[in-house]
């Protein structure tokens, strides 16, 4: 179940990088580990051409690990510069010729980045990243400015749209007040003239009962 779902995620390029990368530290480690204690026997016991043999095998096996790691790496760096438009050198024609950009693999016969290659494009790499980000924002920001302009249009607009509850032939002065167009006064509520009102009746007072005759 474990292999399956390893083989599974070993799909995304990604997570096979990292888990590549995560072995190749483990396995120079032990490596180390293992050649360390011999190494030092050997310079104990003043026998450098034993000395001498251990750091060569140990070197073959380091270059047994981190070969293949350095041609991965240096297949996505170059696949990358090229995505840039970033030139990247050829590879030599053959094993024989001399390269400063590029290193021979001893141990397998492939070619990979020499570190002023790999230098040299990471390098370039960041100034392109830098450029295409620079350019994205520019045109981020034009896009923000446009929608906030054309978000501002529509809400004047939709207020422009809006019925004002002044009656008809009145207009909103400065101060908010509905003012007749042919008067220019502010509206007021009507006040009933007391002068033209009909006056309030009195109550009639109640007559009195005649007194009886003697």
């Known amino acids: 179940m474990t292999a399956f779902f390893l083989k599974q995620l070993r799909r995304i390029r990604l997570v096979a990088d990292w888990l590549d990368d995560r072995q190749a530290t483990l396995d120079i480690h032990k490596l180390r580990e293992r050649y360390a204690p011999l190494v030092a026997e050997a310079e104990k016991q003043k026998d450098w051409n034993e000395r001498n043999k251990l750091l060569e095998e140990q070197h ?15 297949e996505r ?9 970033i030139t990247v050198p050829s590879e030599p024609s ?11 693999s001893n141990v397998y ?10 230098q040299r494009l990471q390098r370039e790499i960041r100034d392109e990243e830098r450029a295409s980000y620079d350019e994205f924002r520019k045109w981020a920001t034009l896009v923000f400015a446009i929608v906030g302009s ?3 249009f529509i809400s ?22 509905c003012v007749s167009a042919l008067s220019g006064r502010p509206e007021k509520k009507a006040i009933p003239d007391q002068r033209t009102s009909p006056p309030l009746e009195k109550p009639t007072p109640a007559r009195k009962s005649p007194a009886p005759l003697q």
């Open 150 to 152: 054309l978000l501002a």
């Open 109 to 118: 016969g492939f070619w990979f980045p020499s570190p002023q290659l790999t």
């Open 77 to 85: 760096l170059t696949e990358k510069a090229r995505r840039y438009g």
């Open 156 to 177: 004047v607009r939709t207020k422009q749209k809006q019925p004002d509850p002044c009656p008809r032939n009145y207009y909103r002065n400065d101060s908010g007040e």
């Open 60 to 74: 073959f096996d380091s270059n047994l690990i981190l070969h293949p790691v350095y041609a991965r790496k240096g």
């Open 94 to 104: 053959s094993n024989a010729d001399d390269s400063e950009d590029w290193y021979l």
